[in-house]
């Protein structure tokens, strides 16, 4: 069997390597970070051990469930009723269910029954092939017409993609819509998961099962090349040398595989250059009270700038109130370079106006976490820009988050992708 080298211990590395195992390859993972779990990994929030980034799990995310059954974890899993809001006109609304919507100010009924419609036939939808080709902002306006669009999702768009706002694929957004909008008790009533102890549980898992089967995975230790020898995978270069192996999964972001693989054809390398990120300042706050009922808050306000925050304690209860304040924007933003101070302060303006209650004494910790390459954007005709997995170099294959399009990128993907890569490696 082969030796094989993966690149990042993430959802999509680990669960790679699991799988690789189990069909009786030797495994080696090299993962630049010093703890294993890429966008998944937890901190320690002074004695509470959370995520980075937020984590909720949906109905939808078979692949995740099916990891958990075969890891021995079914049982982690945990459901509970949630809710949405949306912060605009300096209101605080319900949203996210039929009467929400009927309820909403500034929207006309007649827009308010096409956008319903709209929503309604996304989650019953199953064909993606005609939303490839049109953005999102088209779509939205055909359907439900530009009222609905200005009103409800541009600013959304807008503080989440900014320059690249008005090119985001329908597709995309579809699959974003249907993920959460069929994760439901009922139609009033939204239903979300978690895994018990967070997305660390998953981790961990994944850790003990393959020290368990023999792989190791190496801390610290990123990948700098993949060498190659008459275009067949032959190592991978580190800091401390050349570590000899037989096939290579790629699971970093593809924006560093140019530089990653020399000797990759020009037009691949243009390829992964060409699939554009956005990056996050995600501030994570400990408050001694909450800001709001709901898990999710969309915000539409001239004075905020962010598209929403995520009140991730009203989903996974833990001691305090524990709440996201995620700022994407293009790594080229100048608000990008900001110290972490600044954004910590602009996430407690955006939670007081929310709910001008909490004070100076409610906030008990902060902490800013930050990457570079968060999300994909994925444009209209995305489809057409992904390269194959497989690679024109013997033993190569590579992926990241943008590979699982039109799916937006979440655990369940990462690891449903990570098992055909392992299942692939030749012997
Ligand atoms: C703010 C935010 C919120 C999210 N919310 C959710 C959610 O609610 N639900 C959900 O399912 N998903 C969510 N996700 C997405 C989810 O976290 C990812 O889809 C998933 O964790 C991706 O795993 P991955 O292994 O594919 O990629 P990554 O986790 O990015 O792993 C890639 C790894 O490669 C490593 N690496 C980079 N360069 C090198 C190198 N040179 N050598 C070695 N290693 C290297 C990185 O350190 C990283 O560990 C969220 C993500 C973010 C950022």
Not at 399 to 425: C, H, K, N, Q, W
Request: aromatic letters at 10%; proline letters at 5%; charged letters at 25%.
């Amino acid at each position: 069997m082969a030796t094989v080298g993966i690149l990042g211990a993430g959802a999509m590395g680990l669960a790679a390597a699991h799988h690789a195992l189990k069909a009786g390859h030797r495994v080696i993972v090299f993962e630049a970070d010093r703890v294993p779990g890429g966008m998944a990994a937890h901190f320690d929030f002074d004695g509470l051990s959370i995520e980075r980034f937020y984590h909720f799990v949906c109905k939808a995310d078979r692949p995740t469930f099916a990891l958990l059954e075969e890891l021995g974890i079914a049982s982690a899993m945990r459901w509970r009723p949630t809710s949405m809001g949306y912060f605009m006109d300096g209101r605080l609304h319900r949203w996210g269910d039929p009467l929400a919507l009927l309820r909403f100010p500034g929207v006309g009924l007649f827009d308010k029954l096409r956008y319903g419609w709209q929503m309604f036939r996304a989650t019953r939808r199953t064909d993606w092939s005609d939303l490839e080709t049109v953005t999102a902002r088209d779509w939205i306006e055909a359907e439900a017409g530009t009222r609905v669009y200005d009103r409800l999702w541009r600013r959304l768009f807008e503080l989440k993609f900014f320059e690249f706002a008005d090119e985001v694929s329908a597709a995309w957004i579809w699959t974003r819509i249907k993920r959460v909008g069929t994760s439901r008790r009922s139609l009033m009533q939204e239903e979300l998961g978690y895994i018990e102890g967070g997305s660390e549980t998953l981790v961990r898992a994944l850790v003990a099962s393959i020290e368990s089967q023999g792989g190791e995975i190496r801390l610290g230790t990123a990948a700098r090349e993949v060498v190659c020898a008459d275009g067949v995978v032959t190592g991978v270069r580190t800091d401390a040398g050349v570590v000899p192996v037989d096939a290579v999964i790629s699971t970093m972001p593809t924006p560093l595989v140019a530089e990653l693989v020399p000797t990759l054809p020009e037009a691949w390398k243009a390829q992964y250059d060409s699939i554009r990120n956005i990056g996050v300042v995600c501030v994570v706050l400990k408050l001694a009270r909450s800001v709001t009922p709901h898990f999710w808050v969309n915000i539409n306000d001239p004075e905020i700038e962010v598209p929403g925050i995520i009140e991730f304690s009203n989903l996974r209860p833990v001691a305090d109130t524990v709440v996201y304040v995620p700022f994407y924007m293009p790594q080229t933003h100048p608000k990008f370079s900001r110290d972490d101070a600044a954004f910590v302060a602009e996430s407690l303006a955006c939670v007081r106006r929310l709910n001008p209650s909490i004070g100076e004494a409610d906030v008990l910790g902060t902490r800013v976490g930050r990457l570079r390459y968060a999300q994909p954007v994925c444009e209209s005709g995305f489809l057409a820009k992904i390269p194959p997995i497989r690679t024109p170099i013997s033993g190569l294959q590579i992926a990241d988050t943008s590979f699982y399009y039109p799916e937006d990128r979440g655990i369940s993907e990462s690891v449903r992708l990570a098992r055909a890569m392992a299942v692939r490696v030749e012997g």
